[in-house]
T-cell receptor
Framework: KAGVTQTPRYLIKTRGQQVTLSCSPI?????VSWYQQTPGQGLQFLFE???????NKGNFPGRFSGRQFSNSRSEMNVSTLELGDSALYLC????????????????FGPGTRLTVL | AQSVTQLDSHVSVSEGTPVLLRCNYSSSYSPSLFWYVQHPNKGLQLLLK??????LVKGVNGFEAEFKKSETSFHLTKPSAHMSDAAEYFCVVTLRTGNQFYFGTGTSLTVIP
């Protein structure tokens, strides 16, 4: 099975622009989560989608948004980019979140490195 | 509230010696616990997972972790470090009542030849 893929792998934008990142989960996985990783804040949860519905959201401003399509592929969008948005954005997928006795592990993609100038 | 604390930001060991990476969690409910590893410029890979079936969990590449409810700990160990183990390690907790993973701040493991 192919792993989680993220495109693009690297991105350079300027302040004020917007950006869209894409994530293709492992085939058959319906849950997709997004994380931001920075040296200062570590790994922070952005949001999770399951069957095209946002099920949970982290503590990020409204400039960060996402969506999931019927084929489980997901996109996240950041509008009005700020310098502090420079980070590695990681996408993770899992078959479902809860399997009856524990949470399923999440499978991570390689990430998209976003640099805001 | 729930959180996870990795007690060491950096750990250095000599090749062939044991590895201990410490993790404590805070949770009001029965947690699911994970250890992930991140090599430079790579995504996160699952090392092992605690599901309540057994308190001692064996993972990949010789790693294991023991869930101790009384100590709210889930420390990661390996009997003998290998150079390829040098990476960043993350302890993760998630709960039955929530849908998100809570990551620790990470422990950077250095293996000295």
């Amino acid at each position: 099975k192919a792993g989680v893929t993220q495109t693009p792998r690297y991105l350079i934008k300027t302040r004020g622009q917007q950006v869209t990142l894409s994530c293709s989960p492992i085939s058959g996985h319906r849950s997709v989560s997004w994380y931001q990783q920075t040296p200062g804040q570590g790994l922070q949860f952005l949001f999770e989608y399951f069957s095209e519905t946002q099920r949970n959201k982290g503590n990020f401003p409204g400039r960060f948004s996402g969506r999931q399509f019927s084929n489980s592929r997901s996109e996240m969008n950041v509008s009005t980019l700020e310098l502090g948005d420079s980070a590695l954005y990681l996408c993770a997928s899992s078959p479902t979140r809860w399997r009856g006795d524990s949470y399923n592990e999440q499978f991570f993609g390689p990430g998209t490195r976003l640099t805001v100038l | 509230a729930q959180s996870v604390t990795q007690l060491d930001s950096h750990v250095s060991v000599s090749e062939g010696t044991p590895v201990l990476l410490r993790c404590n969690y805070s949770s009001s409910y029965s947690p699911s616990l994970f250890w992930y590893v991140q090599h430079p410029n790579k995504g996160l890979q699952l090392l092992l997972k605690y599901t309540s079936a057994a308190t001692l969990v064996k993972g990949v590449n010789g790693f294991e972790a023991e869930f101790k409810k009384s100590e709210t700990s889930f420390h990661l160990t390996k009997p003998s470090a290998h150079m390829s183990d040098a990476a960043e390690y993350f302890c993760v907790v998630t709960l039955r009542t929530g849908n998100q993973f809570y990551f620790g701040t990470g422990t950077s493991l250095t293996v000295i030849p």
